[in-house]
């Protein structure tokens, strides 16, 4: 049998691993995975870990859900692949169908991609085009929040906050207008989310009052910035985002990735924001909504971004205008990631999946309670199946450890220890594990975070 120090011997020698200091693996070990299955993540010598993060926040029902496999195989023996361009088929279709059904109302068309920064960079350039193509070429800009992130690519780099991923490639970058995060981390001791969250839009009122004329879009994670430290905001600020986009005449991209699919307590974040007037309905409608992530539950790399007919009718002309959308990926709705796709959305409609989510989230939240009186954790908070831990120097103060101190890492190391993967963003641990996760497996990983932060801040 082939042993862990072998695989990793050979993935060092060849395999330049992603968001990673490669010198790092000098005294910390690779975990080389043989097998998967449900919540477990099982080494080449028998060690099982909890995957307490759904690997990057992807495998919503677990690894190799069987129906999900058995949906694959049978797409196997009929269609594996074939181009988009000029070409359709059924998985294509019908995925397309249902996404235009239980999305915001008004979405309607689809593109696809194959991972989530394609997605955003397909937003990106279709608003821009738009205005082109409709006479307003003088909208070339785009405004984000400040530690929101929305992948590596450049474009989607560029819109993105947090500095430690665009600084070193700023010179090949757009320049966004950024404005201060609703992130309710900052709200004084007694003020309430929302209370937070409205005067914070004072800063994208302002924004777009001084920008409208040249900006394409606002782009946003709903609810959650899920790569900026789990950092979370109040639902009235999408409300309050739509209809100012409306008022001053720019689109709104909604970056779901990370959030869609059940992650925050309903299908999708946007179906939370309350309404404005009394009387009308909750949830607003972006112009553009990115999906991927739990969009295949983990099994194959997909991405789609979901766009009204108002944008799709501006690019609807006779060839010789130039104003069709010429943007592709080699693999743009293959036929096995869209059948992925849709045995994913099958399982949330047979399993009654929100449902039983919202017990799950309850015992997040218990059992994290002696976490919330711990010296070295300012905040616990919470979106729906996502729970994030903010461990600092000082909790009276919120005074945080030195980034250099890695005291994240080493909750990190604990929790591998005791069989848990608990990445750490910063020193933010976090808990956003497959929706098939059982109580029991909870309080584990709950007991394993709170013994692992004791351990990384005794010193």
Request: some cysteine.
């Given at each position: 049998?082939s042993?862990?120090?072998?695989?990793t011997?050979?993935?060092?020698?060849?395999?330049?691993?992603p968001?990673?200091?490669m010198?790092?693996?000098?005294?910390l070990?690779?975990?080389?995975?043989?097998?998967?299955?449900?919540v477990?993540l099982?080494?080449?010598e028998?060690?099982r870990y909890?995957?307490a993060?759904?690997?990057w926040?992807t495998?919503?029902?677990?690894?190799?859900?069987?129906?999900i496999?058995?949906?694959?195989?049978?797409q196997?023996?009929t269609?594996?692949?074939?181009?988009?361009?000029?070409?359709?088929?059924?998985?294509?279709v019908?995925l397309?169908?249902?996404?235009?059904?239980?999305?915001?109302?008004?979405?309607?068309?689809?593109?696809?991609?194959d991972?989530?920064?394609?997605?955003?960079?397909?937003?990106?350039?279709?608003?821009f085009?738009?205005?082109?193509?409709?006479g307003?070429?003088?909208?070339t800009?785009?405004?984000?929040?400040?530690?929101?992130y929305?992948?590596?690519?450049?474009?989607?780099?560029?819109?993105?906050?947090?500095?430690?991923y665009?600084?070193?490639y700023a010179?090949?970058?757009?320049?966004?207008?950024?404005?201060?995060?609703?992130?309710?981390?900052?709200?004084?001791?007694?003020?309430s989310?929302?209370?937070?969250?409205?005067?914070?839009?004072?800063?994208?009122?302002?924004?777009?009052?001084q920008?409208a004329?040249?900006?394409?879009?606002?782009?946003?994670?709903?609810?959650?910035q899920?790569a900026?430290?789990?950092?979370?905001?109040?639902?009235?600020?999408?409300s309050?985002?739509?209809?100012?986009?409306?008022?001053?005449?720019?689109?709104?991209?909604?970056?779901?990735?990370?959030?869609?699919?059940?992650?925050?307590?309903?299908?999708?974040?946007?179906?939370?924001?309350?309404?404005l007037?009394?009387?009308?309905a909750?949830?607003?409608?972006p112009?553009?909504?990115c999906?991927?992530?739990?969009l295949?539950?983990?099994?194959?790399?997909?991405?789609?971004?979901?766009?009204?007919?108002?944008?799709?009718?501006?690019?609807?002309?006779?060839?010789?205008?130039?104003?069709?959308?010429?943007?592709?990926?080699?693999?743009?709705g293959?036929?096995?990631?869209?059948?992925?796709?849709?045995?994913?959305?099958?399982?949330?409609?047979?399993?009654?999946?929100?449902?039983?989510?919202?017990?799950?989230?309850?015992?997040?939240?218990?059992?994290?309670?002696?976490?919330?009186?711990?010296?070295?954790v300012?905040?616990v908070r919470?979106?729906?199946?996502i729970?994030a831990?903010?461990?600092v120097?000082d909790?009276?103060?919120?005074?945080?450890?030195?980034?250099?101190e890695?005291?994240?890492?080493?909750?990190?190391?604990?929790?591998?220890?005791?069989?848990?993967?608990?990445?750490?963003?910063?020193?933010?641990?976090?808990?956003?594990?497959?929706?098939?996760?059982?109580?029991k497996?909870?309080?584990?990983?709950?007991?394993?975070a709170?013994?692992?932060?004791?351990?990384?801040?005794?010193?």
């Amino acid at each position: 049998m082939s042993s862990n120090a072998e695989w990793t011997a050979r993935s060092k020698a060849h395999v330049w691993h992603p968001c990673t200091q490669m010198k790092d693996h000098e005294w910390l070990p690779l975990i080389p995975i043989k097998s998967a299955q449900g919540v477990w993540l099982e080494d080449f010598e028998g060690q099982r870990y909890i995957d307490a993060i759904s690997s990057w926040w992807t495998n919503i029902f677990g690894h190799r859900h069987p129906y999900i496999i058995e949906q694959l195989k049978n797409q196997l023996d009929t269609l594996d692949h074939v181009m988009l361009a000029g070409f359709t088929h059924q998985p294509v279709v019908e995925l397309s169908e249902r996404l235009c059904q239980i999305t915001p109302p008004g979405l309607s068309r689809c593109i696809y991609a194959d991972n989530g920064s394609s997605a955003v960079e397909v937003a990106l350039k279709m608003s821009f085009h738009y205005w082109k193509n409709i006479g307003k070429p003088q909208k070339t800009r785009f405004i984000a929040l400040e530690n929101g992130y929305h992948g590596e690519t450049l474009g989607a780099l560029a819109v993105g906050g947090p500095s430690m991923y665009r600084d070193t490639y700023a010179p090949l970058l757009l320049s966004p207008i950024f404005v201060p995060s609703p992130d309710c981390y900052e709200r004084a001791p007694g003020e309430s989310w929302e209370d937070y969250t409205r005067a914070q839009f004072r800063h994208m009122e302002r924004a777009l009052q001084q920008h409208a004329s040249e900006t394409c879009a606002v782009i946003l994670e709903p609810l959650v910035q899920c790569a900026g430290a789990m950092r979370m905001y109040h639902p009235i600020y999408l409300s309050l985002l739509r209809e100012a986009c409306d008022r001053h005449n720019v689109h709104l991209i909604a970056d779901e990735i990370a959030v869609g699919f059940g992650r925050t307590g309903t299908l999708f974040a946007c179906e939370q924001a309350p309404p404005l007037t009394p009387g009308d309905a909750s949830g607003i409608t972006p112009d553009f909504m990115c999906l991927s992530k739990g969009l295949v539950s983990g099994t194959l790399p997909l991405a789609v971004t979901l766009t009204h007919d108002a944008i799709y009718d501006a690019f609807y002309d006779e060839y010789k205008t130039g104003k069709a959308f010429l943007h592709s990926h080699s693999f743009t709705g293959n036929p096995l990631g869209c059948r992925a796709a849709l045995a994913t959305l099958d399982l949330f409609e047979r399993e009654n999946t929100l449902a039983s989510n919202r017990l799950l989230s309850h015992l997040m939240w218990t059992q994290t309670a002696e976490l919330r009186r711990h010296p070295h954790v300012a905040e616990v908070r919470q979106q729906g199946m996502i729970l994030a831990i903010e461990m600092v120097k000082d909790a009276q103060r919120k005074t945080p450890y030195p980034a250099s101190e890695r005291r994240g890492l080493r909750v990190y190391q604990y929790g591998l220890e005791h069989g848990v993967l608990l990445r750490p963003l910063g020193n933010v641990i976090y808990l956003m594990p497959p929706y098939v996760i059982t109580p029991k497996q909870i309080e584990h990983i709950a007991q394993v975070a709170l013994r692992g932060i004791d351990a990384a801040t005794r010193d």
